[in-house]
């Protein structure tokens, strides 16, 4: 993969596909890791002497423009976190009105593009809109390793009509992601957590022949106990998985661990009741919420020693605070491991390792959920096949 280091910036306008597709409420960013993410490429760029012109998507916006999917309180942060101003374009990307904008633009200058998503063919990948984002630039970074994983105009399309490489966080995601799966230090413990195994399916095979523990929570565990012969009461499973649950169990004995004891409720709500009970042994009307307080301390025991970790997806409904114990224990367990590798998911993970407060103590924290997930299941990514 080309890289920032392949790239004369000087007195140059370079395009950046960032990833700002954040969380925002009454036009207020909720969690900003993805805009941190994004400053020391534009401040490399900056610093040699180029221009910045930054475009991103912003949520799933139909038929159009949509304030409520507006890039505009991410232009307003931006400034903040850099130390200068931000310039918002409020047109389409691929507008006339945009190009003149950014043409403006002088060596030391950044602009922030409205959502590209605005333009119907963005996501079809559409070569007129191709051309004309590719008129945006003198040359193309992609830095949206979130992303990564989509044949997008944004992201793949317009490398093939300019100079272009990877920035600092594409290289430090695929070069964090890649130790996973070649070379790893042993012992090897992944851990999976989440809603479904379906949505995770393809990792886990990928992934449970090269480690040496698999740590299986969240609400995946129940089809797991469930295809076991357990009883889950109202808890989330997928019957149509029991088959291929069993299937892995039986085909990697020892290296699946499942939680024995949980932490389940009358209610999905904070305010439920709340009991511990055997994981295989759930009442009817009671669901599980969280992993128990003894598989909290299985789990624990089960990374000590661990030299490499890749965790992806909560133990448990983290959103609730009655039910984070779960999720709050594994992170200060990967946390703590002295000398070890360890890699967060993205997703519902970083906002996870985030509230528990672990998130400065680990190794590197992906900004991608599906494309970390894509990349570790072992498919090729477009937009960094694109910067080859």
Excluded: C
């Excluded at 993970?349 to 528990?356: E, F, M, P, R």
């Amino acid at each position: 993969m080309q890289t920032l280091d392949h790239l004369d910036a000087q007195n140059t306008r370079v395009l950046v596909r960032v990833d700002y597709n954040v969380p925002i409420k009454d036009g207020v960013i909720q969690d900003d890791t993805r805009v941190t993410a994004s400053l020391p490429t534009i401040q490399k760029l900056l610093s040699g002497g180029a221009s910045v012109v930054l475009m991103s998507h912003l949520g799933r916006p139909k038929g159009g423009p949509d304030p409520k999917y507006s890039l505009s309180p991410v232009a307003a942060r931006l400034s903040e976190l850099l130390g200068q101003p931000v310039k918002f374009i409020a047109s389409l990307p691929g507008s006339d009105e945009t190009l003149a904008a950014v043409q403006a633009l002088k060596p030391g200058e950044v602009a922030l593009l409205e959502n590209v998503r605005f333009e119907a063919g963005e996501e079809k990948n559409d070569p007129a809109l191709n051309e004309k984002l590719s008129k945006l630039g003198d040359a193309f970074v992609l830095d949206a390793f979130g992303s990564a994983h989509r044949a997008h105009s944004s992201v793949s399309g317009v490398a093939g009509l300019l100079p272009h490489v990877g920035g600092l966080l594409l290289e430090a995601e695929v070069t964090a992601l890649g130790k996973l799966l070649e070379g790893a230090e042993r012992p090897y413990v992944v851990i999976i957590g989440g809603a479904k195994v379906s949505d995770k399916l393809k990792v886990i095979e990928n992934l449970l022949p090269t480690v040496d523990r698999m740590l299986i929570g969240g609400g995946m565990a129940y089809t797991f106990v469930k295809a076991q012969g357990g009883k889950i009461g109202k808890s989330i499973h997928e019957d149509d998985f029991l088959d291929k649950a069993n299937e892995l169990l039986a085909q990697y004995p020892g290296k699946i661990v499942l939680p024995t004891d949980t932490l389940v409720g009358d209610a999905f709500s904070n305010e439920a009741n709340t009991r511990v009970v055997p994981t295989n042994d759930i009442p009817d009307d009671w669901e599980g919420m969280d992993i128990g307080p003894d598989s909290r301390e299985a789990f624990t025991a089960a990374l000590e020693g661990a030299k490499t970790v890749f965790w992806n997806g909560p133990m448990g409904v983290f959103e609730f605070e009655k039910f984070a114990s779960g999720t709050n224990a594994v992170a200060k367990a990967v946390a703590d491991l002295q000398g070890a590798y360890t890699v967060i998911g993205g997703g519902d993970s970083v906002s996870a390792i985030n509230k528990s407060g672990q998130q400065g103590r680990v190794s590197h924290i992906s900004t991608g959920g599906g494309a970390s997930l894509e990349l570790l299941e072992g498919k090729k990514l477009p937009g960094v096949e694109a910067m080859a």
